[in-house]
């Protein structure tokens, strides 16, 4: 018997807003959430609020969102909210993503930029085909016809 | 005021440039201590609204730019 345990909606971990006033705050686990994504998330909302980060515990980063045009909607302020939270988990798949082909991205380069052919591509056609004129001919085409004893 | 920066998320040197480019609008003071960067606020022009906050919105980008150039550089 399968010993699996399954979660239901209400049991997954969700982001707790706390707005306050002009400001929207949650607190996010480095675990779940690596600090570049964070920080990629963060640099998306430069332009559209103010973003202050805080470490209240290790491996915690507090993000606070303010907006800019003094408005203090709340509901304005969980969109905020929802929004980068959005852009945060397009940034962790992102990180995840560049993490596990890293390895294959830096054999590309280094094979790209530090392996020196022998010859160009053109060159390596060209000697292809010297040496399939070089091989034997069944036909004997290549042989003069005067050399071939056509002219006596 | 004194805004408090943790330097895991913060660049140290991104906050001292930042205190130069916002030095006409108000009189900072920077500390730097293993885990904290201090930044003390006097004297802010009463025509900036929410100068702190632009402050380190000012300071999250260039930390996020220092980073990011310096990730590309180990490359």
Request: no cysteine; aromatic share 14%; net charge negative.
């Given at each position: 018997m399968s010993d699996t345990t399954t979660q239901s909606p209400s049991e997954m971990e969700e982001l707790v807003y706390d707005t306050d006033g002009r400001r929207v705050a949650f607190t996010l686990d480095e675990e779940l959430y690596p600090r570049e994504a964070i920080l990629g998330a963060a640099y998306l909302f430069l332009d559209r609020c103010f973003v202050f980060l805080e470490r209240p515990a290790d491996?915690?980063?507090?993000?606070?969102?303010k907006t800019k045009d003094g408005a203090s909607d709340p509901d304005a302020l969980e969109v905020l909210a929802?929004?980068?939270?959005n852009a945060l988990l397009d940034q962790v798949v992102r990180f995840r993503v560049a993490e596990s082909t890293g390895q294959l991205r830096e054999y590309a380069f280094a094979r790209a930029f530090f392996t020196t052919p022998a010859q160009?591509?053109?060159?390596?056609l060209l000697a292809e085909l010297d040496d399939e004129e070089l091989e034997e001919d069944d036909l004997e085409v290549a042989v003069p016809w005067e050399q071939d004893g056509g002219g006596q | 005021m004194t805004l408090m920066f943790s330097r895991s998320l913060y660049d140290p040197d991104a906050l001292r440039e930042t205190v130069a480019a916002?030095?006409?609008l108000a009189t900072w003071t920077i500390t730097v201590d293993d885990h904290t960067i201090a930044v003390v606020c006097t004297d802010p022009s009463p025509e900036i609204p929410d100068l702190t906050d632009h402050?380190?919105?000012h300071a999250l980008h260039l930390s996020i730019a220092n980073a990011r150039r310096s990730s590309e550089g180990n490359l």
């Open positions: 491996q915690k980063v507090q993000v606070r969102l929802g929004e980068f939270a160009s591509s053109i060159d390596q | 916002y030095g006409e402050f380190a919105n």
